[in-house]
């Protein structure tokens, strides 16, 4: 990494929240500098901050981009659940390291926060168009987001990365034998 990208990501603020009753943030502020430092330095050069918190409302909200179009936050999660409502069509279980009809693993719980739901919401703080009359138009809205975050995906899990955590790349056979 150069040094420019990592004064970049040493600027990024990091906020976690407490969590309440069993729920737990499934990722963290190492797992996003990863992702972040995957991506080209214009994608996220919007970004200021990230929050871990606990507003996902009974697990329907997995992650947000505040008022401002700077900051985004992730959700904590129950420890055992399936996220089969919050894939958007032609995304399978699979895709994930999840097995149909079935709890997903942590991984694959992990894999869907980092290059789904965050790439999502940092499709939000996409400049669309600039001359926009409100804030609302300037940016992109869920479809331009959710086409971000799959085409990033795609792209990041198209090679290989090496790196000591299995969640930086496209599930293979190992993740259906282990439940990190």
Avoid at 71 to 87: G, N, S
Avoid at 96 to 103: D, E, N, P, V
Avoid at 149 to 167: C, E, G, K, N, Y
Wanted: hydrophobic share 40%; aromatic share 8%; proline share 5%.
């Amino acid at each position: 990494m150069n040094a420019s990208l990592e004064s970049r990501l040493a600027r990024i603020k990091f906020s976690l929240s407490p969590v309440g009753a069993d729920r737990i943030h499934y990722v963290n502020e190492a797992d996003v500098r990863v992702v972040l430092g995957r991506l080209p330095l214009e994608l996220w050069n919007r970004l200021r901050a990230v929050h871990f918190n606990d507003r996902s409302r009974g697990a329907r909200v997995l992650g947000y981009v505040t008022q401002g179009h700077r900051e985004i936050a992730l959700c904590a999660l129950p420890p055992r659940m399936t996220l089969r409502a919050a894939l958007v069509k032609g995304q399978t279980p699979e895709e994930f390291g999840a097995g149909r009809g079935q709890k997903w693993p942590t991984l694959a719980i992990r894999r869907f926060m980092l290059y789904d739901t965050f790439l999502h919401e940092l499709g939000h703080l996409q400049l669309i168009n600039g001359d926009g009359r409100s804030e609302r138009l300037k940016f992109a809205r869920e479809k331009l987001a959710q086409d971000f975050a799959t085409q990033w995906r795609r792209r990041l899990w198209s090679t290989s990365f090496l790196h000591a955590d299995p969640v930086h790349n496209p599930p293979g056979a190992e993740d259906s034998k282990t439940d990190l």
